[in-house]
Every structure is written in structure tokens, then in C-alpha cells.
């Protein structure tokens, strides 16, 4: 079992970047798929990216491909998404994820963190 702690959320401008970070805690952390994702008000929550654990692939949603980067610490159990070039419809609460390699649902969540853009 894991449990994720997401920071690092505020209120940027159109053109800004974040970072978000998630601590996890546990030591089998490089085991699993971590993955980010968001909800804005009134849609459904959307994986935005996501990184294996041990080899480091990626994946990223076609609409923050090229803007975002996903990263992970295995030895300080941190996962990072950095955020550039934002725009409004960036704006929602992202949870961090993660799951068993073998498996395709993420069964532990952070608590969120809200990321408004203005424009």
C-alpha cells in the first residue's frame, strides 16, 4: 500500500509554468506506475500523464504533449509534473496515482491540488 501527498498547485497566469510534486510513502514506491491526473468542474477526471517504474517510459495526454514533463525519484519516492506554457483549460484539481505495474486501475490517490490559470 502507498499513500500520495500532491503539492506545489496556485494560481499562475496564461504562459507560466508549475511543478507539481507528490510524495509517496513506502519502500516497494519504484514498483509502481504513477501517474497524474485532473478533474475540472463539471468533467470527468483525465489521466495526463503517467511514468513506469523501473524503466521510466512515459505517456502523455495528447492535449499536454510537448508542455508537460513527468519525472520520478525512485530513491526520495517523489514524482514531479512540470508544467509550462499553461493555459486556462489547464485549469482543474490534479491528483497524483498509482498502481501495479500488472494492473490498469490506480487504487491510491492524493488528496488533490488546485491549479487555476488566468488568462
Known amino acids: 500500500q502507498v499513500q500520495l501527498a500532491e503539492s506545489g498547485g496556485g494560481l499562475v497566469q496564461a504562459g507560466g509554468s508549475l511543478r507539481l510534486s507528490c510524495a509517496a510513502s513506502g519502500r516497494t514506491f519504484s514498483r509502481y506506475v504513477m501517474g497524474w491526473f485532473r478533474q475540472a468542474p463539471g468533467k470527468e477526471r483525465d489521466l495526463v500523464a503517467a511514468?513506469?517504474?523501473?524503466?521510466?517510459?512515459?505517456y502523455y495526454a495528447d492535449s499536454v504533449k510537448g508542455r508537460f514533463t513527468i519525472s520520478r525519484d525512485n530513491a526520495k519516492n517523489m514524482v514531479f509534473l512540470q508544467m509550462n506554457s499553461l493555459k486556462p483549460e489547464d485549469t482543474a484539481v490534479y491528483y497524483c496515482?498509482?498502481?501495479?505495474?500488472?494492473?490498469?486501475?490506480?487504487?491510491?490517490w492524493g488528496q488533490g491540488t488546485q491549479v487555476t490559470v488566468s488568462s
Open positions: 496515482a498509482a498502481r501495479y505495474s500488472d494492473k490498469l486501475e490506480y487504487p491510491y
Open positions: 511514468i513506469s517504474g523501473s524503466s521510466g517510459s512515459t
